[in-house]
């Protein structure tokens, strides 16, 4: 019967391909008699050998469209095979100049080697003074970093003119005695800075053929400019939209406090450093959390800054063009005072003459001087999108303890309702249905951390369209929302975003409040391979991305047996995100727990001086400096 319909209507339509034939012999004149000869002959007895072979048509069909797939497919494998040999050249030759340059700084003398450990303040009055020579501070600062990169996977390059500009420095300070405030002290960069003569890939194996940067990124250049000094650049996951660290050139960086657990992303290499302090202060950038998840995995400090205060030139990115969450550039740094070192030296007319973009608000020292402080904190009696493990929640507790001890007043509000916020910035971030993500990956190979990831951002739109009927729970919602929007939509999910926004800023002046403090995550530092699972556990950042607000992260305590025990006894299991979060999280005795401290709109400097304030309670109350160091055993 089926064949039977199909002879029908080809018969039908060659009786019409036919008279459309003759039409266009009678009317195309000379010109076109030879073309309307062959269409005549090839579409009739195409249609013809339809009609008489049906079976033998639809298989030739198929088997044209299977030979068309599969060509497809063995030139899209013959290209990433080439890009796999083509990270593999850039990752070796990035390992011979490392090791080349770990021979030239294995006489790194000891108590310089101490001082880069040390205070960072102190480290550069050294210099000042004339006590340290630019060359020592970076041979020091270069050959521990190097030596942690042996251990983690954590550094991509040195930057190749690094002892040369060190020693340069040195001559021009002896021969004119002039010298800038950052004079000698050495910094890491995350990969995606761009560097003048150096490529910056995103972890994509496709950069890594692409020229060479023809461009320093505005910041880098601000601080060479006061004296600083770039070394080595860290490691980032592939895109660098994830908390793994992991990519198919460079490979996986490990968590310094135990192998087997992420280092956070997509900052993950620099934290790293920082636990290590092997920097003074490193530079890292955030839209979802890059710079604060690694800092609260590795347990070290990281800020994200307002968007639009620090200069965002010279700085890659995955999703040009997307300015609804707003990406910011970020200090990072083993304690508060390298942040704040930094953004002094970034909030400057240094930057501003180079990037006209940038409002010029200087560092406000009134407001990082402020001796009381009145300080919010969500209380743990509330209905979270996903609800923080109780080491989490304790580390606030302890936070706002530390913060009473040293006179300051903190009041517990009501948390506003998160939920739609966090649904605005998956909404936003996929406006485009993922296509640019997409496209940025392109043929390149897919690394196996972040592929979880990729496959849920190619799940058809129809199908999403279908999911926000089914039950409601965190995947169905997010699901739903993450597909692509008209620009009337766009506008509609902006004008929402623009509202929750004032309303969490009407807080501070209601309040009166100059920060709050609040989890930096749902979890500590996860297993390897589990982060692009569980996603919704690091909430408590990029809301304020989509908020547009200063957050900072600081260590407060560390993870202990009895926050395993009241997870696993207490933590409701609603659906597989739980599941699976409350896996990532087995093991994780001694991890570091750290607090999240924000602030309004373009008052980083509260938000420094309440991180510092934290940070000396802590160490006041631990002693020794209040801190652990990090484990380097292996997880079974």
Not at 442 to 451: H, S
Not at 584 to 594: F, H, K, N, V
């Amino acid at each position: 019967l089926h064949l039977r319909l199909v002879q029908l209507l080809v018969n039908k339509l060659l009786v019409v391909v036919s008279k459309m034939v003759g039409v266009v012999e009678l009317t195309a004149g000379g010109l076109f008699d030879m073309a309307g000869f062959w269409l005549h002959y090839v579409v009739y007895y195409t249609f013809q050998f339809i009609n008489e072979k049906p079976l033998f048509a639809i298989a030739g069909v198929t088997a044209a469209i299977a030979l068309h797939k599969a060509l497809k497919w063995s030139l899209r494998a013959i290209r990433r095979a080439r890009l796999v040999k083509l990270a593999k050249n850039t990752r070796e030759a990035a390992q011979i100049r490392i090791n080349e340059y770990r021979k030239l700084v294995n006489g790194a003398k000891k108590e310089v080697v101490d001082l880069v450990r040390g205070p960072p303040e102190e480290l550069r009055m050294k210099l000042q003074k004339g006590e340290l020579t630019a060359y020592e501070v970076v041979e020091a600062s270069l050959s521990l970093s190097l030596q942690a990169t042996m251990d983690y996977n954590c550094v991509t390059d040195v930057v190749p003119d690094c002892l040369d500009r060190a020693k340069k420095l040195d001559e021009e300070r002896k021969s004119t005695g002039k010298f800038g405030p950052l004079f000698g002290m050495p910094f890491s960069v995350k990969e995606m800075f761009k560097i003048e003569g150096e490529i910056a890939t995103m972890g994509l194996p496709s950069l890594c053929s692409s020229e060479p940067c023809n461009e320093t990124a505005v910041l880098i250049k601000v601080l060479i400019a006061q004296g600083a000094i770039p070394i080595v650049r860290t490691n980032v996951p592939q895109t660098l939209l994830t908390f793994e660290c992991s990519n198919p050139v460079y490979g996986e960086t490990d968590n310094p406090w135990r192998k087997g657990r992420s280092c956070g992303g997509s900052s993950g290499g620099e934290s790293v450093l920082h636990t290590k302090k092997t920097v003074p202060f490193g530079l890292g950038t955030d839209i979802g959390g890059s710079v604060r998840i690694p800092a609260h995995f590795c347990g070290t400090c990281g800020l994200k800054t307002t968007s639009g205060r620090l200069s965002s030139r010279g700085i890659l990115s995955a999703l040009g063009g997307q300015i609804h969450i707003k990406p910011t550039a970020g200090p990072m740094a083993p304690t508060v005072d390298g942040l704040v070192m930094m953004i002094r030296a970034f909030c400057s007319e240094d930057m501003f003459s180079q990037d006209q973009s940038i409002p010029p608000l200087v560092f406000n020292e009134d407001m990082y001087g402020k001796k009381k402080l009145r300080i919010g904190y969500y209380g743990r009696e509330r209905t979270w999108f996903m609800r923080p493990t109780e080491g989490c929640l304790r580390a606030v507790e302890m936070a706002v303890d530390v913060l009473k001890s040293r006179g300051h007043e903190v009041v517990e509000i009501p948390a506003p309702d998160f939920e739609p916020i966090i649904l605005l910035f998956y909404a936003l971030m996929t406006a485009d249905g993922t296509k640019s993500m997409m496209k940025t990956l392109g043929d390149n190979p897919i690394d196996p951390r972040v592929a979880p990831l990729f496959k849920v951002a190619q799940i058809p739109g129809i199908l999403r369209s279908i999911i926000r009927f089914m039950p409601a729970n965190k995947i169905t919602k997010i699901l739903s929302i993450t597909q692509e929007k008209t620009v009337q939509e766009l506008w509609q999910l902006q004008d929402k975003l623009i509202k929750s926004t004032l309303e969490f800023l009407d807080v501070f002046e209601r309040e009166q409040l100059d920060s709050i403090v609040c989890v930096s995550s749902v979890v500590p530092a996860a297993r390897q391979g589990h982060c692009s699972d569980i996603t919704p556990t690091v909430w408590p950042t990029f809301v304020f991305n989509a908020l547009n607000v200063p957050a900072g992260i600081v260590p407060v305590t560390a993870w202990q047996h009895f926050d395993e025990e009241r997870l696993n006894r207490f933590y409701k299991v609603n659906d597989m995100i739980d599941k699976k979060m409350k896996s990532a999280c087995i093991g994780s005795l001694g991890l570091p727990l750290t607090v999240q401290v924000v602030s309004s709109r373009w008052k980083d400097e509260l938000c420094l001086k309440t991180m510092k304030e934290i940070e000396a309670g802590v160490n006041d109350a631990l002693g020794n400096g209040g801190k652990i160091k990090p484990k380097d055993d292996s997880e079974n």
